[in-house]
């Protein structure tokens, strides 16, 4: 019987525990690292730092053509 | 025949939409750009602006496994500042070019499979309406989690075709050359995402892309570190790398590429939902001509500010960066809005 309520308090503190991890830290929105919250840096010389040029229609005038 | 569709429907919908959710998401968009001529880039002084504002309907939790979007972007360009040259070398304002263009449409939709262990994602992107830069642009995605996700490996493949105007370059011979009027471009790029302890985790990201017929192709590798200091400020650093592949030729009067860059946000959390941030990015890109054995090398300062807050079935999201370089200082607002009902 202690040996069940030692397993089962073990589980709901586990429970418990994981699910502090889950919202609180590491899957918090901030702590997300595909999006971005504030926005990528502009490339001004080369446009390595963009996926494609131009592909909301608009240039970039001093990258490369 | 359309009873018998009707009654498909019936029966088949609600088994299909139980449990889903629909969002409604519109965003406002613009930037700009004050640049100086670059030795070499050929490149007038210019400005760069650009507005957008996107409608977005999605349908999350579609059977469970599902969610679809779709969306419309209206565009305003500015081409002011796109120079076109001629064969003879006279350059002239693409928006002095054709017919005087006000605004754009380009049209996007996504379609997202998800479980509990992996996900798969395929988006379509148009453009909708006549353009300089008319585009179509097909992205896929994979990602599977191992171990209650604490570990994820993804991997991203994106191919556009896109065409820009007719225009004309000195190449370093000398030589009248005309651009490329109808680029391709490929890009993949794979990453690794691991719960390092309950307040950290890491992302590494490699990726490779290439414009055919115009760039040699790139590599890059990005690590992105997130730690939680406490409840509620969150840390984020960032290193990466991109470079061109110097065994392959150049197609144009440039020469070839590199960057690194490095950033560092903060998040603040005063109330549940609420997330402020502020970042300070450096960038520092550099071509080398090896045609002339020079270097030019560029260093860009952008401080990001970013504030999201979600109230009830409301999301409103607002983000804006400022950056400073030698060549250029210029900055970009973005707003969005969404409604899940």
């Known amino acids: ?65 | 025949m359309r009873n018998l569709c009707s009654l498909i429907i019936i029966l088949v919908w609600p088994q299909l939409s139980w449990g889903f959710s629909q969002q409604f998401y519109t965003q406002y968009q613009m930037q700009s750009a004050l640049s100086q001529p670059v030795t070499t880039a050929n490149t007038s002084s210019s400005q760069v602006k650009r507005t957008e504002h996107t409608y977005e309907y999605r349908i999350q939790n579609l059977g469970d496994i599902a969610s679809i979007a779709s969306s419309v972007t209206v565009l305003q360009p500015d081409y002011s500042s796109y120079i076109v040259r001629d064969r003879q070398g006279n350059e002239r304002r693409l928006s002095e070019i054709g017919k005087k263009r006000t605004q754009e449409y380009q049209g996007m939709a996504h379609l997202t499979l998800a479980t509990s262990s992996h996900s798969a994602n395929l988006r379509v992107t148009s453009s909708l309406s006549d353009s300089p830069f008319k585009m179509q642009k097909i992205d896929l995605s994979f990602e599977e989690g191992f171990f209650n996700k604490s570990t994820l490996l993804g991997v991203e493949y994106s191919y556009q075709q896109q065409v820009q105007p007719l225009s004309y370059f000195i190449d370093r011979d000398l030589a009248t050359k005309a651009r490329a009027v109808t680029i391709n471009t490929s890009s993949i790029a794979l990453y690794y995402e691991q719960i390092i302890s309950k307040k950290m985790k890491n992302l590494v990201k490699t990726t490779s892309t290439q414009r055919l017929g115009e760039r040699p192709r790139n590599f890059g590798i990005e690590d992105r570190l997130g730690y939680a200091l406490t409840r509620h400020i969150y840390l984020q650093g960032m290193a990466g790398y991109i470079s061109e592949d110097e065994q392959s030729a150049l197609h144009d009067e440039r020469g070839y590429f590199n960057l690194a860059k490095g950033e560092l946000a903060v998040t603040y959390e005063p109330i549940y939902d609420l997330l402020l941030s502020v970042s300070y990015g450096l960038l520092i890109e550099s071509e080398y001509e090896p045609r002339t054995d020079t270097k030019t090398k560029v260093g860009t300062d952008q401080y990001g500010l970013g504030f999201q807050y979600s109230y009830g079935d409301w999301r409103f999201q607002l983000t804006g960066a400022y950056y400073v370089a030698q060549i250029a200082n210029g900055g970009s607002v973005l707003g969005g809005i969404t409604w899940t009902f």
């Open chain 1, 1 to 65: 019987m202690i040996r069940l309520l030692v397993l089962v308090t073990a589980l709901v503190v586990g429970c418990a525990s994981m699910s502090d991890v889950e919202r609180g830290y590491v899957n918090h929105p901030a702590m997300e690292l595909k999006n971005r919250l504030t926005p990528a840096s502009q490339s001004v010389l080369t446009n390595l730092n963009a996926v494609s040029q131009s592909s909301a229609g608009v240039a970039c005038a001093t990258c490369a053509h």
